[in-house]
T-cell receptor
Framework: EDKVVQSPLSLVVHEGDTVTLNCSYE??????LLWYKQEKKAPTFLFML????IEKKSGRLSSILDKKELFSILNITATQTGDSAVYLC????????????FGKGTLLTVNP | GAGVSQSPSNKVTEKGKDVELRCDPI?????LYWYRQSLGQGLEFLIY????????KSGLPSDRFSAERTGGSVSTLTIQRTQQEDSAVYLC??????????????FGNGTRLTVT
């Protein structure tokens, strides 16, 4: 059975700090890893990673995948209160190329 | 519309009643998914549609759950004889193609179902 584990489960930081969120996985025939941000309601798509070592970047957020060690990290620099959310990691595997297996998420709280 | 639309946003029902949840995907998206999010748990896959067909219903928790999609667009998830353990947020998502082919899922705001 596919498995996705995120750490830490929760994190509290001050504005301006840099944070690193972790996602490790065990899946059969890995295809892609996705990061989502969930505030009150709909998870919103951040990144899709398919290749090792290639950093994806969007503003203060960046992410990278290590397919050898089976993990990904999501970095947020110069955090703002608006970054407070649950960050979800999900993996797509070859057994069923339409299904995402999600981790339980990391709750990030950024205090002013 | 611009995004995935779900209705109602909140539903409170009595145990034993039937409920219908609706999802209107992004126009042109052929793939549609239902997920369930319970407190403290990750998102749990329920069902996937490609067009009007549901090749994978394996995630539906019991035969009280069913879903359909018509016209390659709107989908409804029906829960019969609701139980308290059905209380959760039901999220619908759509994508242009399958996620394994490089198409990320776009989620709606969900329906929060509370069974009393």
């Amino acid at each position: 059975e596919d498995k996705v584990v995120q750490s830490p489960l929760s994190l509290v930081v001050h504005e301006g700090d840099t944070v690193t969120l972790n996602c490790s996985y065990e899946v059969t025939n890995f295809r892609s890893l996705l990061w989502y941000k969930q505030e009150k309601k709909a998870p919103t798509f951040l990144f899709m990673l398919t290749s090792s070592g290639i950093e994806k970047k969007s503003g203060r957020l960046s992410s990278i995948l290590d397919k050898k060690e089976l993990f990904s990290i999501l970095n947020i620099t110069a955090t703002q209160t608006g970054d407070s959310a649950v960050y979800l990691c999900a993996v797509s595997s070859g057994g069923s190329n339409y299904k995402l297996t999600f981790g339980k998420g990391t709750l990030l709280t950024v205090n002013p | 519309g611009a995004g995935v639309s779900q209705s109602p946003s909140n539903k409170v029902t009595e145990k034993g009643k039937d409920v219908e949840l609706r999802c209107d995907p992004i126009s042109g998206h052929t793939a549609l998914y239902w997920y369930r999010q319970s407190l403290g748990q990750g998102l749990e896959f329920l069902i996937y549609f490609q067009g009007n067909s549901a090749p994978d219903k394996s995630g539906l928790p019991s035969d009280r759950f069913s879903a359909e999609r018509t016209g390659g667009s709107v989908s409804t998830l029906t829960i019969q004889r609701t139980q308290q353990e059905d209380s959760a947020v039901y999220l619908c998502a759509s994508s242009l193609g399958v996620v394994g082919g490089g198409s990320p899922l776009h989620f709606g705001n969900g329906t929060r179902l509370t069974v009393t």
